[in-house]
């Protein structure tokens, strides 16, 4: 099995399990933001220099909105939902729009967003109309009595709070359509096909952890099939003081692995490191037959890229003012 596990801080994570802001370690960051934007066989030779330079401005657009809401004081959910929200506006990401198309040539979002603080979720599956999905996952977190809405009802429920709701073809390019009309030709998909969802966690100054997932899901699905992008305990799940994560990848495998929710158990009931916690999931992910990726945070701002794909598009950004992006294999 071949893990890339990114910098990893070498803060100790002291005290496990507490649902609130807790005193930070010295040494720590005062905030730290880390981002995907997909996972898969992303190789050097098949991206272009200026599609690279072009997703690595996309990441750090990214890095900077999500960046400047910590700087400011704000929320980490308010970070991670600036941060994948400007992917989800650029047509390089298969979330909103520029999603993927399902085989009935529509787009069908799925999204979710947590709060480590309280472990308040809010998730969407299968919305047409909502320009935004993340916006409607938080406002199902924020303005409701539940946890997750679908079809219909979620994209009614967004246009109630007064979400922009646009026309499906709005998220079609013709990147996409061209990926739909191959794998239905061919009746086949490429690693490309499956992937390319965005996320991200953040720490903000108080110490608070929050994660958010947003993708268009795989090319060419079937109506009405959801993955693991809205899925809290599959790609999402921010508790305090323990971790927080967002994965990408073959969904089927996610949820069936529960990776989100396997990688925050481990840190908290098996003092794992957020890295070996991460590959553990991950390789119960392989052995199933998945692949993908996953970032974490932990309690106290370390954090790790953990993936077994051949790429994933990623960045960090912090309050020393330091910022990274990277696309292929460690170095690479
Ligand atoms: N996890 C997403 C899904 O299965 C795909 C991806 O991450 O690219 O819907």
Not at 281 to 289: D, F, I, P, R, Y
Not at 297 to 307: L, N, T
Request: aromatic content about 6%.
């Amino acid at each position: 099995m071949r893990f890339l596990t990114g910098l990893v801080c070498t803060l100790m994570m002291l005290a496990f399990g507490t649902e609130t802001g807790s005193a930070r370690e010295a040494g720590a960051p005062e905030w730290r933001i880390v981002i995907h934007g997909g996972a898969g066989v992303i190789l050097r030779e098949n991206l272009s220099a200026e599609q690279e330079a072009a997703y690595t401005a996309a990441l750090e657009t990214s890095l900077k909105a999500g960046g400047e809401v910590l700087a400011s004081g704000g929320s980490a959910v308010d970070a991670v939902q600036a941060a994948v929200l400007t992917m989800e506006d650029d047509p390089l990401f298969n979330a909103g729009r520029g999603a993927v198309m399902t085989a009935a040539r529509i787009h069908e979002l799925d999204a979710s967003i947590m709060d480590g603080r309280e472990r308040n979720a809010g998730a969407v599956a299968g919305v047409t109309r909502v320009r935004n999905p993340i916006l409607a996952a938080r406002a199902v977190m924020d303005q409701s009595e539940h946890v997750m809405f679908a079809g219909q009802g979620a994209d009614n429920f967004s246009e109630s709070v007064g979400l922009e709701l646009v026309d499906n073809s709005y998220f079609t390019t013709e990147r996409r359509s061209q990926a739909l009309d191959r794998v239905l030709r061919e009746q086949t998909r490429t690693d490309a096909d499956r992937h390319g969802t965005v996320g991200a966690v953040a720490i903000d100054k108080d110490g608070n952890l929050a994660a958010a997932t947003t993708t268009g899901g795989m090319t060419a699905k079937a109506a009405g099939r959801i993955g693991d992008s809205p899925i809290i305990g599959a790609a999402t799940y921010a508790q305090n003081g323990v971790c927080a994560v967002s994965a990408t990848g073959h969904g089927e495998y996610f949820i069936r692995v529960g990776v989100a929710k396997t990688i925050c158990s481990r840190v908290e009931l098996a003092s794992e490191t957020i890295t070996a916690a991460a590959e553990n999931a991950l390789g119960q992910v392989e052995t199933l037959g998945g692949d993908g990726g996953v970032i974490v945070m932990g309690g106290e701002g370390q954090y790790a890229y953990v993936f077994n794909s051949a790429g994933m598009y990623r960045g960090m950004m912090d309050a020393s003012g330091a910022m990274e992006t990277a696309i292929f294999e460690q170095g690479e």
